[in-house]
């Protein structure tokens, strides 16, 4: 049996073109000659599809994206994720299932059992668990469909659910198993799928075909990373990341085993390509091409402005360099470095006049009160209206340029520096974009080494340095880890070392500046715990704050 | 027996001064003879706490709050909810639970069994459901303990849920039911409450105690309205609603039942009471006093700073007048009127040269094009940046005067009009709009009259009218209706009659403008579907769009 997986770049609610897709990959499996094609799940609207389940028109779209891709299984079977309807009157209406479609119609629908509902998970807001399990049996062998979630429940020290889909199978002896997976990108998701995945192959001894979704859906990047392995629980085959790819297994060579292909990982290169994926598909999904961003002479512009030359094309972005009375002669000698290094336009406007015009409107109103945030923010908003007004005027999209480490404890100025329709490398610590930076540079210099070097500062005020106002970032970048990502409270990181007093202090301004969040354009995720759909707090809470 | 039940206004994550209105509220309880009193659904740490769960140092406190109400429960026994841990390795690590105190212990733990994982709700994200009922006997009697959701399950057509909690608890014989919620406001959700608390009492047979939470948190107002209805399907008693309250009966008189005391409901009084406890508990609750608004003369933000100064006191609102070239006289004098009518400050702040001083930057840069949606912009986003300015200074919190109409098809300027910390009436309606300026007038002119009649418009513009570019709010709101809270289809709603090419604009605005509303503040929810957390959306879907 010969067996093809599909790691394709879905579009949410695209249905025609989703179709359209997965029949080209359909005729190229057939020409290789597969006998079965596997596609990721919920392959036919797009993952996650959110609320729009709730529209009995969407399922309607599904359902004929089904019949459309059943009239094309004759001498192929295609296995494809799409919702279906509970035909039961009490639980939830839907299903997230694998169709197995054979001979021009559904032969077998197979849902998915484990619903994940955590993080940016809400499974269980839409769908029913599956309650029978049933292998496939196709030219004379027994498949185990499986979607996603549904092979995680093994090995793990504290399970979330209290059933294991395979375990259900096993008894019918299954061949192989088959997994429909949306499993979006985070920088240590690739080893542990592999290591789930090799966990379930050790455990029934047979191969198993685990198919990803590859493309990216707003904040959420889905990277692709199909595998392959063999009973021998060797990493057989594993596809590229960050890319489509169509692959045909010969399953006797698959069960043979004895091959191990694994990829490099390099954390700053998978984040890096993450990004790059990232903002290539919000762009491309959302009908843009252009992409515009303030350029300050800083580490963070720099980065965000390479990662979107990269993803869009320099061709395709302009650079906006707006220095003030504060700015230094070499933020703006950087900002042009950069600029002429990346081949791309760029504008530079003096702000320090349109200051002066609010601030003649505003000084009879002020009381005579030292210089704080209030003028701050003033110029701080005053680009991000400059901004705004060049990309409306020529159908950019802004890019925000806010890191991890500035969300968490709040600074920034919501509505001037944290204005934009995606923020690129907000999922991203400062200590961490010093890193990409040098990834960045690693075959020559793009980001002028003055940039990496210099202190951080947001040139607000005269000799700023981001020092001033914040513990320094190789210590707040632990704790914020630690806190964010570990949910270690003030207890375990005063074990851990850290000063109460600054512990306390960095977990107030991460609770009392989640209002700011709250308005922040979405993250591109690329770690296990991003700012936004993934943590929900609450905004008025009195805890740690 | 005597049983005491108390709707309070509790602070999610303030386990000290949650703890010390229950202890205030028993002692009152036993003054006034209580055998027993019953708070709401996880009442020590406030609901809804979100991800606050995940931190083990929140739980560890929940726990401390409820050794401290255990100590209390001396000669009374106290109900109360509370996050309570799981002791089984798999599912999830929490319940949410009915802790029954008395004889100063925790004598019996009833854990929620349906979690509601819909619209605002999450609860499954963190809970693992009961799967063992016992009632509680106290002094000669049987209790059943409920959640919130648990008596939600019966009567439905389309039962979200397989089992009943009730069923369960009903052969052990309890003689009365104690239901603890957190259940939130929406104008039509007091009468569906009632609705199923008298279905529950009439199939059971037994009274019920049904004790919701009262207050605003962020974007959720629990509404209190808390229930006794006998067993004769009567409504014994309902609290009031919006406010704290703790009454005592006596169940052999309410077990007599024959008394019916309903309260008046009127959608207009309701949507504008549970506003003013929303702004209210949104600044109190934060740490503020003081709100900051922009007039424009429109019905928006008039109905905006009504609203603020009854929620805040008028001493506690102050309004900024700011005119430009398109600004009709009339705009600026029933601007001044109604802060007039109201004995609130305001500043009068004309910016048209703030608008020329960007426009002598961007002129160079912007080609000869018409005039479009980037001066538009600057308009808005100037008044943003004066009105953001002020509360910088001054410690306001700026409030956003969107209303729903426009954050559904995108009219508003993202960073401009759409700023503000909390959006007051974006969950209202443009044609509702009206209705409540009718409502808060209805004892005498507060709200202009001229604000009231004049023709919208966002006088951006010479002569702009909304009606220039967005269809009549009586059709487009009804569309919006019939879309957003009945998740109707372009199918479904042309053939309600709506013209077809209407319907695909509206619809297609309302999803390509997800981007906007996902950086909007968030909005005070009235109706059973607000924009926010309760309406979960993707960004770069391509669907109706």
Same mark, same amino acid.
């Given at each position: 049996?010969? +067996? ?10 695209n249905?025609? *073109?989703?179709v359209r897709k997965m029949l080209?990959?359909?005729a190229e499996a057939k020409?290789?000659?597969a ?10 609207c797009g993952y996650?599809?959110r609320?729009?389940?709730?529209f ?5 779209q599904?359902?004929g994206a ?6 094309a299984?004759?001498?192929?079977a295609i296995?494809?994720g799409?919702p279906?309807?509970n035909p039961v009157?009490?639980g939830?209406?839907?299903y ?5 479609l054979?001979?021009?119609?559904i032969?077998q629908?197979q849902?998915?059992?484990?619903l994940?509902?955590?993080d +940016?998970?809400? @499974? ?6 599956a309650?029978e ?5 196709y030219?004379?062998k027994?498949?185990?469909?499986t ?5 995680w429940n093994?090995?793990n020290?504290n ?5 294991c ?11 192989? +198993?088959?997994n429909l997976s ?8 690739a080893?542990q799928?592999i ?5 379930n192959?050790?455990?029934?001894g ?6 990803n %979704?590859?493309?990216?859906?707003t904040?959420?990047?889905f990277? *692709?990373?199909?595998?392959v392995?063999?009973p021998d629980?060797k990493?057989? $085959?594993?596809?590229?990341y960050?890319?489509e790819?169509?692959r045909?297994?010969d399953?006797?060579?698959?069960m ?9 990982? %390099?954390?700053?290169?998978?984040i890096h390509?993450?990004?790059?994926l *990232?903002?290539r ?7 843009f091409?252009r992409a515009?961003?303030g ?7 720099a980065?965000?402005?390479v990662l979107?030359a ?6 395709n972005v302009?650079?906006?360099l707006?220095?003030s009375?504060f700015?230094?002669?070499?933020s703006?000698? $950087?900002a ?5 290094n ?5 504008d ?8 002066g015009a ?6 009879p109103?002020f ?9 701050d &923010?003033?110029q701080?908003?005053r680009?991000?209206?400059i ?6 005027k020529?159908? %950019?999209?802004?890019? &925000?340029?806010s ?11 919501l509505?001037?520096?944290?204005c934009g329709?995606?923020?690129?490398i907000?999922d ?5 974009v010093f @890193?990409l930076?040098?990834?960045i540079n690693k075959?020559?210099?793009v980001i002028p080494?003055?940039t ?5 500062s947001?040139?607000l005020?005269p000799?700023?340095?981001d020092?001033d106002?914040?513990?320094d970032?190789t210590i707040l970048d632990?704790v914020?880890f630690q806190y ?6 003030p207890? @375990? ?8 007093a600054l512990?306390?202090r960095?977990?107030?301004?991460? &609770? ?8 922040t ?8 715990k991003a ?10 809470g009195?805890?740690l704050s």
């Amino acid at each position: 049996m010969r +067996i093809a997986i599909a790691q394709l770049n879905f579009h949410i609610g695209n249905f025609d *073109g989703n179709v359209r897709k997965m029949l080209d990959a359909v005729a190229e499996a057939k020409a290789a000659g597969a006998d079965l094609i596997c596609f990721s799940e919920l392959a036919t609207c797009g993952y996650p599809p959110r609320d729009f389940l709730e529209f009995d028109d969407f399922i309607v779209q599904a359902e004929g994206a089904i019949a459309q891709l059943a009239a094309a299984a004759q001498d192929i079977a295609i296995v494809v994720g799409s919702p279906s309807r509970n035909p039961v009157i009490e639980g939830k209406d839907l299903y997230n299932s694998a169709y197995f479609l054979a001979d021009g119609a559904i032969q077998q629908v197979q849902h998915k059992t484990l619903l994940p509902t955590y993080d +940016i998970f809400d @499974e269980y807001r839409y769908f029913e668990p599956a309650s029978e399990f049933k292998v496939v049996e196709y030219r004379g062998k027994k498949i185990a469909l499986t979607v996603c979630e549904d092979i995680w429940n093994i090995g793990n020290e504290n399970p979330l659910y209290t059933i294991c889909p395979m375990d259900e199978l096993q008894p019918q002896g299954p061949d192989f +198993i088959l997994n429909l997976s949306a499993s979006p990108f985070a920088h240590d998701q690739a080893e542990q799928r592999i290591h789930v995945v090799r966990a379930n192959v050790e455990r029934y001894g047979i191969p198993m075909f685990y198919v990803n %979704h590859a493309g990216a859906q707003t904040e959420l990047i889905f990277d *692709g990373g199909s595998l392959v392995l063999s009973p021998d629980g060797k990493l057989y $085959d594993e596809l590229p990341y960050f890319e489509e790819a169509l692959r045909c297994y010969d399953l006797d060579e698959v069960m043979a085993g004895g091959r191990e292909r694994p990829q490099d990982k %390099h954390k700053m290169r998978l984040i890096h390509d993450a990004i790059v994926l *990232g903002v290539r598909d919000y762009f491309g999904k959302l009908g843009f091409s252009r992409a515009i961003v303030g350029l300050s002479g800083g580490i963070d512009s720099a980065v965000t402005t390479v990662l979107a030359a990269r993803a869009l094309g320099p061709e395709n972005v302009r650079v906006i360099l707006m220095p003030s009375q504060f700015s230094s002669e070499h933020s703006i000698a $950087d900002a042009r470095d950069l600029a002429e290094n990346l081949g791309i336009a760029y504008d530079l406007i003096p702000i320090a006049d349109i200051y002066g015009a609010f601030m003649d409107k505003l000084s009879p109103i002020f009381p005579a009160r030292p210089f704080d945030d209030a003028e701050d &923010n003033v110029q701080a908003r005053r680009r991000g209206v400059i901004l705004l007004a060049l990309s409306n005027k020529f159908g %950019h999209i802004l890019l &925000n340029t806010s890191n991890k480490s500035e969300m968490a404890v709040g600074y920034g100025t919501l509505y001037g520096d944290m204005c934009g329709g995606l923020s690129v490398i907000g999922d991203v610590y400062k200590t961490e974009v010093f @890193e990409l930076a040098r990834y960045i540079n690693k075959d020559g210099e793009v980001i002028p080494e003055n940039t990496i070097v210099k202190p951080p500062s947001a040139e607000l005020r005269p000799d700023q340095k981001d020092s001033d106002s914040l513990p320094d970032y190789t210590i707040l970048d632990e704790v914020l880890f630690q806190y964010i990502e570990k949910r270690q409270g003030p207890k @375990e990181l005063i074990e851990m070392g850290f000063e109460e007093a600054l512990v306390r202090r960095i977990l107030r301004l991460v &609770n009392i500046n989640e209002f700011k969040r709250h308005q922040t354009a979405p993250v591109i995720r690329v770690s296990p715990k991003a700012f936004g759909m993934g943590r929900r707090m609450p905004i008025v809470g009195k805890y740690l704050s």
